[in-house]
Each structure stands twice: as C-alpha cells, then as structure tokens.
C-alpha cells in the first residue's frame, strides 16, 4: 500500500490532521483510542475511486495537536462538525470504531443534519463493559504510572520478546499489533496528558460512562451498520445487540473469529460490506 500524504487545517488556531481522497459521497472515518488515520488507511484506496474519504487524526492523537482542554465525546464531535465546515462537506456517512462509534453517534445527535448513514464497528458507548486495562487509566495514580510503563527500556523489552516469538512461527494478530502502536504512541508526554483526559471522559474504574441508550436521545431515522469481531475483548460483542435500542432496524454483522479491529481483520470482506451498505 502507498504511503498516503495527509494534509494539515488550521481549527481554533491549532494544526489538525487528516486525510482527504477521492470524489463521490463523503465518508468520514473516526479512529478510536491511541489510534490515528494509520488505522484506516488501508481502506482509502479501496474506496478513494467512488467515495471523498476524509479520515482525521482527532485532537491529542497522531500528528495532531495535542492542547490543552475538553476531549469529551461532544468536543470531538464538534471538531469532527468544523473538520467538515471547512472541508465544504454538507452530509456525510459516518464511519467510527471504538472511542471513535461513541463520537459518531454524538455527531448524530448534535447535528443530524450532516449525516447520511452511520457505521460502528467495536464501538463504544452501548454498554458498562470495557476492558480493564482502560478502566486501570482512570485509576489514582495512573499518570504517574503510565511514564513507567511505557518508558524506553519497557518498549525495548516488549519488542525483543516479539522478535524472539517470531522465529518460533508467531505473528501477531492486528489487535496486538495496533495495541503496541497505541502503547508506544504514550511515550510522549502530551498524547499521555490527551489519553488520560479523553479515557476518564467516557470511562471510570467501573467500565464506560457514557451510554448512548440513556444519555442520547436519537429520535432521528439514520441507516446504521454495526460490525463486531466475535473475539474482542476491548468491548465485548454482544454490545452489539445493544445498538438496536438505539438505531432500531440497525444492521448487525459479526465477523467470527476477530478482535477489536474487524476492520484490520478482514480488510476486503469490511471495504465490501461498507460499499454495499452505501448503495442501499
């Protein structure tokens, strides 16, 4: 795959990242927790030749800035509203996965003008369960933990161990390996400070938060698909079945056998499944 070039906007006065291909109707892709465009980039030139595929790397992640301030599920969702104002961009599909389903389905309710459908894939804000190594980052003392654990010497440790696995025929599957990309990622010190304000947002040492059931009135008629790896242990699977309470008539596909990220999983068998859900 070709190394896509991103592009840099400036939104209140701070530099925000992001992808921007392609021509037909708009899709944009939310990354989840840790991550960045990287995890949807795969997709771009799958869809790129009949889709604008506008994939952002959300405040305190990636390349983009990494203020000070409100990382709550709303402030990103606004973000996500001035990303599109400047882009020129009236209606979009809505792509999110994990932290990123949660800022999708509070796009929705904001401004349910703008979206066309709506996609979730291990999302989010349906349910209490998480897993609990997120629950640990809301913890007393997690920041003063985190500089610890994913210092230098730590990183160092934990990639010979997977080089020494690797001559004994283990590969790691693409939960591990974009959990250690996100992990590495809070080496440095700000994307620390931004994932620790964006966990205890939506989650507390009891699991999540913010529930879409409860706090979000979506009284509104948005054509949602809903994808869930059978295997995640982030956010279990049968909070799939949650999001029909809120998107009655929602469409649910497992994807057996995957993780956190069906996306990365099975590639091919998601890109289809998301073109075809666009033509309905």
């Known amino acids: ?27 944009l892709f ?70 990123g389903g949660g800022i999708a389905m509070q796009l929705c309710y904001l401004f349910p003008e703008r979206v066309e459908r709506l996609v979730l894939v291990a999302s989010g804000g349906l349910g209490r369960s998480v897993s609990p190594l997120l629950r640990a980052a809301t913890v007393p003392g997690a920041g003063w933990v985190l500089p610890v654990i994913a210092s230098s010497w730590v990183r160092g440790q934990g990639e010979a161990a997977g080089r020494a696995l690797g001559f004994v025929g283990w590969h790691a599957s693409p939960d591990v390996t974009e959990i250690w990309r996100g992990f590495k990622s809070l080496a440095d010190a700000d994307t620390r400070r931004a994932f620790l304000a964006t966990t205890r947002s939506v989650i507390d040492p009891g699991g999540q938060t913010v529930n879409a059931r409860d706090n979000l009135n979506l009284d509104i008629d948005i054509p949602t698909l809903v994808v869930w790896g059978t295997r995640d242990r982030m956010i279990p699977a049968w909070h799939a079945t949650l999001a ?16 956190h990220f069906p996306h990365l999983d099975e590639p091919e068998r998601f890109a289809e499944l998301v073109s075809d859900f666009m033509k309905e």
């Open 1 to 27: 795959m070709t190394k896509l070039r991103t592009q840099t906007a400036m939104l209140n006065g701070r530099e925000f990242v992001f992808l921007d291909r392609g021509e037909g109707p708009a899709m």
């Open 30 to 99: 939310i990354h989840g927790l840790t991550g960045s465009h990287r995890n949807w980039a795969h997709l771009v030139n799958e869809l790129e030749a009949d889709h604008r595929v506008v994939v952002p790397d959300l405040w305190g992640h990636g390349a983009s800035a990494k203020p000070m301030g409100d990382y709550s599920l709303g402030a990103h969702a606004g973000t996500m509203r001035d990303l599109l104002d400047a882009l020129g961009i009236e209606r979009v599909t809505l792509v999110g996965h994990s932290l």
């Open 244 to 259: 029909e309470k809120v998107f009655p008539g929602c469409r649910v596909e497992l994807f057996e056998g995957a993780g």
